[in-house]
């Protein structure tokens, strides 16, 4: 049975971390809490805001969740806001003029440069309050992604992501190509593009690709990686290290089959839908990936669906782990019931919620089983013959990569996505422009030091 919830004010999100971020925001938020019972931290009520998806299903399991923090903590109420649907530029605007909640999730290349703007609390002298064997229990390479070059830890994991390559067994079966496997490199990557590319209707025009790919920064970087390159120096990240050799190559085998032998295909091409939806229309045969992604497809794919590591490159083989975390905002006025609620989220009863309502894969390892469990559960016939523990590899042997950050990421990121964009998806641009984007980069790196 669902508990009963605390009321909550009928306020917009602005107007409430307005209201939060002020000297009278105690009194506010006193008023629609329950009758509040001594804390163990000092007595004194606390109150802290809380922002997180607004995606359908998660609010709901925030709020259950949260009552079940409440009930062990009943001095220190909780007030959970949803994302709005610019986070990243709202995110940082609250931040910047002080009305941000105190603890808030985030990911990917926008996490790491509010640490950098200096608008993230460093949680390192609260590590040593985390239950035994936490730290061991996560992704070192996810755990190690949410700290600064200068070791100030922003955030600790939320979930663990990772990228496969999904495939439709229906369409490998009927074009006479092998499923792919733990021995798959980038040759039989190609291959098997080529052979699941057709036009089925006989018009002359494509209309099944072999496999597409997000043009994004952590998407192509993994690329970069199992060639043996990357895109940030792993020993300074001032220097960009996007036009080495193995780096370029990478981005080059990308760039060959979608514009040259037009096997991988553009977001043009498939009129603009997210690659998921490219796979689950079936106008492509394979798509990179994450584990986020099982729900949606195994709902909606009307096919056999298997999954596959990705193929290795010529130097090793690597798989994204997400930098989806929780931080706690530099300003709160209240850190240590900041984080206890940290504590909570990162918990294993929160990670096991979440991979129960939505099958978000766990940041922790002792949490796996259950995660597959919950997935073979829900889906018996589906996920019978799915290779669910493949998701797990990066993590439990080691071969993860986050998303590389440059100590100036916001101008970096700006301008390479521009190229990308150019480069990759229009194919206005050749390859040989990312000379001129590396420089800029470097120059914006200078300007920071």
């Excluded at 996560?138 to 990772?162: E, I, M, N, S, V």
């Excluded at 997000?214 to 970087?221: H, N, T, V």
């Excluded at 290290?241 to 032998?261: F, G, K, N, Y």
Aim: hydrophobic share 45%; with cysteine.
């Amino acid at each position: 049975m669902r508990r009963k919830q605390p009321a909550t004010l009928r306020l917009s999100r602005r107007a409430f971390l307005q209201l939060a971020g002020t000297a009278s925001a105690g009194a506010i938020l006193a008023a629609c809490a329950p009758q509040s019972l001594p804390d163990p931290l000092d007595g004194v009520p606390r109150q802290v805001v809380y922002q997180d998806w607004g995606t359908a299903w998660f609010p709901a399991l925030a709020q259950e969740m949260l009552a079940e923090f409440h009930a062990a903590h009943p001095n220190i109420r909780v007030f959970y806001t949803p994302d709005p649907a610019d986070v990243e530029a709202s995110l940082e605007a609250d931040m910047a003029n002080g009305t941000a909640p105190d603890v808030f999730a985030g990911c990917c290349t926008f996490f790491p440069i509010l640490a950098q703007q200096g608008h993230t609390l460093d949680l390192t002298p609260y590590l040593s309050d985390l239950p035994a064997g936490t730290i061991a229990d996560w992704d070192p390479a996810q755990f190690l992604a949410l700290r600064t070059a200068g070791g100030r830890q922003f955030g600790l994991p939320k979930y663990h992501g990772a990228l496969a390559l999904y495939y439709n067994k229906d369409l490998f079966d009927t074009y006479e190509v092998d499923y792919p496997d733990a021995t798959w490199n980038h040759d039989d990557y190609a291959n098997a593009l080529r052979a699941l590319t057709a036009d089925r209707d006989g018009d002359g025009r494509t209309d099944l690709w072999g496999g597409m790919i997000d043009i994004a920064w952590e998407r192509l970087q993994v690329h970069a990686n199992a060639w043996g390159g990357h895109f940030v120096d792993p020993a300074d990240s001032t220097r960009s290290e996007m036009c080495s050799q193995p780096t370029l190559a990478a981005l080059r085998w990308i760039r060959d089959r979608m514009w040259h032998e037009r096997v991988m295909a553009s977001s043009l091409d498939v009129q603009n839908v997210s690659t998921r939806q490219a796979f689950i229309n079936q106008q492509v045969a394979t798509v990179e990936d994450g584990s986020w992604a099982l729900r949606d497809i195994l709902d909606s794919a009307p096919f056999r669906i298997g999954v596959a590591p990705l193929p290795a490159g010529p130097a090793r083989r690597v798989t994204l782990a997400t930098t989806d975390g929780f931080g706690i905002y530099a300003g709160t006025r209240q850190p240590d019931a900041a984080w206890e609620l940290l504590k909570f989220l990162t918990g294993k009863a929160y990670g096991r919620a979440m991979a129960r309502a939505h099958f978000l894969q766990p940041a922790r390892a002792s949490l796996v089983a259950e995660w597959t469990s919950f997935i073979r559960t829900a889906y018996p016939a589906a996920a019978r013959e799915l290779d669910l523990e493949i998701f797990a590899e990066g993590h439990l042997e080691g071969y993860s990569v986050t998303a590389e950050i440059f100590a100036n990421m916001a101008p970096a990121k700006a301008l390479a996505e521009e190229a990308w964009h150019n480069i990759f998806t229009l194919a206005q641009t050749p390859l040989s422009a990312m000379e001129q984007v590396c420089r800029q980069i470097a120059e914006k790196q200078r300007e920071r030091l």
